[in-house]
Every structure is written in C-alpha cells, then in structure tokens.
C-alpha cells in the first residue's frame, strides 16, 4: 500500500527541489544561515570535536556538511581495502544477486547501465554503506590503485532511507549516480558508485571538477556519459577521492580477482557502523 508521503515523492520533482534546496543551504544570509546551521548541528547531533574547525566557523549548512576533520581522527588501517566513508554496511554478496532491501533485488547491468563493465566485473562481490544526514561526508578511495574511468547516470533522487529503499523498485538504478573505476594492479578491480539522494544530491569528485552532478551543467539526454582521464591518476588507499553534498549512499564493487584475494571482504561487517579507513 502507498503512503501518502510515497505518492507526495512520487510526485515531488525532486531534482529541481534538491537543486533549490542546495541553493539554499550554501547562502550566507545574516542570522538566517547561522540560525539554519546551529539547527542542523544540534538536531542530527554532530560530533564536533571530530571536525577540523569549531561550529561557528562554518557560514551556512553547506559548508558544515562537507567539513573535514581533525588530521589523525580517521586512521588507516593496514587492509587491502578499507571504508571510503563512514556508514553502515548494510547490505553485501554476490554481484549475480545485489540485494537492495528485503524482497527488492537490482543487476550490475542496471546499476552501471554498461553492460561490458557489468560482465567484467561477473563473479565479483558488492557492499553497500548508507551515510545518514550526521556522518563524515567525504569520500576516499577505498584501495590504492589508478583511476581508470568514471561514468555519470543521470537520474531523479528519491530518498535512500529505509522506507524509500524497502519500497522503490530500482533505487539505485533510477538516482543520480557517479561511478568510479579503480584498477588495483595484477588484475584486482574496483567500482566505487556514489548515489545521489532529495536534498542537494550533489556528487563532486576530486579528479575532475567538470563532473558534478545535479548542478545542471552535466546532460541528462543520455542514460551514461563516460569520461577518461588524459593524464594517470592515483589514488592512495584512503586518499580524498570525493564528497556528497548531502546523501547518501556508496556501493561498492569488487572484481573477481579482488574478491579472491579478499575473500571475507565485507562479510565481517554486514550491518554494523563502519568508519573511513576501517578494514573491511
């Protein structure tokens, strides 16, 4: 059964109102944007003491919500792969059957609307953190290697909560998504998609500043635009690799081979809070 708060999403143009809402949170208005940031602090509770500045330094919501943190605060542990975020795993297995909730299962193929890619990745193994509103949003590279290619899906953005994904066949594969390919070394590869959500639902990586989502520079009229790099990019293992702008959510994809030289790789940590730079 629909709730009405499903039908009002439903309905909502959520890219349009996000863009707004992002406009809005990145404003410095005298007290308004003060007034607005000490809320958001207080009401998702923060931590503060982790971040690279004190609360008043930041000048609206949306400077808060990318904030850095302290140097150290984030060790990197010494694991083939570590959390790019910190989050909840909430779901892993095989990439034949991504799980998305209970009774709601997506492809690869969907998901990365590359069907090469998908069957590259056959055999592989896939993780899915969600970021709720008071996490660490910045993201970093999950393993050291190379970037070999992004690829931008454009979208709507519905919700990534737990109501939305129980309810909304495909979630991950109708939102706003930036994807990620890392090449490892000796044949170990990784995909590292950011899926946007309602609310700003912008995605900024670090190695291009052209591909930034939902700030309507890049085309929606096609269902991918891929892009590779003129120059080599590499990323070390924990290294600043991208940020949501609000939102949302990371899933994760190993290759076969990666999968084989880490072959407990997120069974460890299925639906428990993880921090960047834990092993997973």
């Not at 003491?49 to 919500?65: D, Q, T, V």
């Not at 590779?228 to 990323?235: A, Q, S």
Request: proline fraction near 6%.
């Amino acid at each position: 059964m629909n709730t009405p708060f499903y039908v009002f999403m439903k309905l909502l143009p959520k890219c349009a109102v996000s863009r707004a809402f992002g406009w809005f949170t990145r404003l410095n208005l005298p007290v308004i944007s003060q007034v607005a940031k000490n809320w958001f602090a207080s009401y998702y509770k923060l931590d503060m003491e982790e971040s690279e500045f004190p609360l008043e330094h930041y000048k609206n919501i949306g400077e808060l919500f990318i904030r850095h943190l302290k140097p150290g605060k984030r060790p990197i542990e010494d694991s083939f792969v570590v959390s790019p975020v910190d989050g909840v795993l909430s779901q892993f297995g095989p990439v034949e059957n991504m799980i998305q909730a209970k009774g709601k299962s997506y492809s690869l193929e969907a998901l990365l609307r590359n069907k090469e890619l998908a069957e590259k990745f056959a055999g592989g193994v896939f993780g899915t953190i969600y970021l709720a509103p008071f996490n660490y949003h910045r993201i970093h590279s999950p393993v050291a290697g190379k970037v070999v290619s992004a690829s931008y899906c454009p979208g709507t953005l519905w919700p990534v909560n737990k109501g939305s994904v129980e309810r909304v066949e495909g979630l991950f594969c109708i939102n706003e998504r930036l994807i990620t390919h890392l090449d490892c070394g000796d044949g170990a590869e990784m995909l590292l998609v950011k899926v946007g959500a309602t609310n700003v639902g912008r995605i900024a990586v670090e190695y291009e500043p052209s591909l930034l989502t939902n700030a309507g520079k890049l085309p929606k009229d096609k269902p991918r635009l891929d892009w590779t790099p003129d120059r080599e990019i590499h990323m070390e293992r924990g290294q600043e690799i991208a940020r949501f702008e609000m939102g949302s959510t990371v899933v994760l994809i190993a290759n076969k081979v990666l999968k084989e030289r880490c072959p407990d790789l997120f069974s460890a940590k299925i639906s428990c809070a993880v921090r960047m730079g834990e092993r997973l």
